[in-house]
């Protein structure tokens, strides 16, 4: 994309084109860049795959209805316990290969469009549960820390030690959630409060309770996730 290309955008148009909203710049104040910096960027390739998931959202899958709700059918699975986190001092890291590394309060994420789904969560112990999840989309957070040309998984660490890889297609699943609402009220601390992933496509051990750090990389090292070292599935998809 050129220069002159790049200078036709307006202000709306970029947040129409990043699928950001307005408040989501505001992020921008937290020790990253401004406004100018990041519509530079534009004109830095992004990889096709990346930006095609972005730009095209994959097909999202049914939904359940709110009478479907199963509130007490979610079993708190733990292999260490829940960790104790401090809010206030809580961030959400994004690093990795990307042109803009994130550190967001939860504040600055509650600040960013929720989004609500009802889901079926399907853990491979033997149960499922229909869970209302809200909260902000992964897609949206990776959008904002701009990937680089290459990257093709998604880590996560979390604070009880767990950590996890996920393909970057189903990462960017318009149903992958950093949720921070469980069944409407805020999320239990036991099912990963401040943020845990939830997403209709992956089996329960996939989607990580208490996520401290999502790092972007283009390879996938031999640690793939707690269960996965353990023999269990890699891509776990539903
Ligand atoms: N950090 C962390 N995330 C985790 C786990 C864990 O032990 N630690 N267990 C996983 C498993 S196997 C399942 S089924 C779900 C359970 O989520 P819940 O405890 O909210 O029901 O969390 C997943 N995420
Ligand atoms: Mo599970």
């Not at 359940?64 to 890291?93: C, H, M, W």
């Not at 950590?163 to 239990?188: C, F, R, V």
Request: glycine share 8%; net charge neutral.
């Amino acid at each position: 994309m050129g220069l002159i290309r790049r200078n036709q955008f307006t202000r709306r148009q970029f947040f129409q084109i990043s699928g950001l909203s307005g408040v989501g710049f505001l992020l921008s104040g937290c020790g990253t860049q401004g406004f100018e910096d990041l519509v530079g960027k534009l004109s830095e390739p992004l990889n096709q795959k990346v930006e095609e998931l972005i730009f095209n959202p994959q097909k999202p899958v049914p939904e359940f209805l709110p009478s479907d709700i199963q509130p007490e059918a979610l079993i708190v699975n733990t292999f260490r316990g829940t960790p104790i986190i401090d809010q206030e001092k809580y961030r959400l890291i994004v690093d990795g290969e990307v042109n803009n590394p994130l550190s967001l309060s939860m504040a600055e994420i509650q600040a960013l469009p929720l989004t609500s789904m009802i889901i079926r969560h399907v853990c491979v112990e033997g149960w499922a549960a229909i869970v209302q999840w809200g909260g902000i989309t992964l897609q949206e957070i990776i959008t904002l820390a701009r990937p680089k040309a290459n990257v093709k998984y998604a880590y996560f660490k979390s604070a009880d030690g767990y950590y996890e890889s996920w393909d970057i297609a189903s990462a960017l699943h318009p149903q992958t959630l950093l949720a921070y609402q469980k069944n409407g009220e805020p999320l239990p601390v036991d099912n990963g409060a401040p943020l845990r992933l939830a997403s209709p496509i992956k089996l329960g051990y996939k989607q990580s309770k208490w996520v401290t750090r999502i790092t972007l990389t283009s390879y996938l090292s031999p640690f793939k996730g707690y269960w996965e070292d353990q023999g269990y599935e890699w891509f776990a998809g539903i």
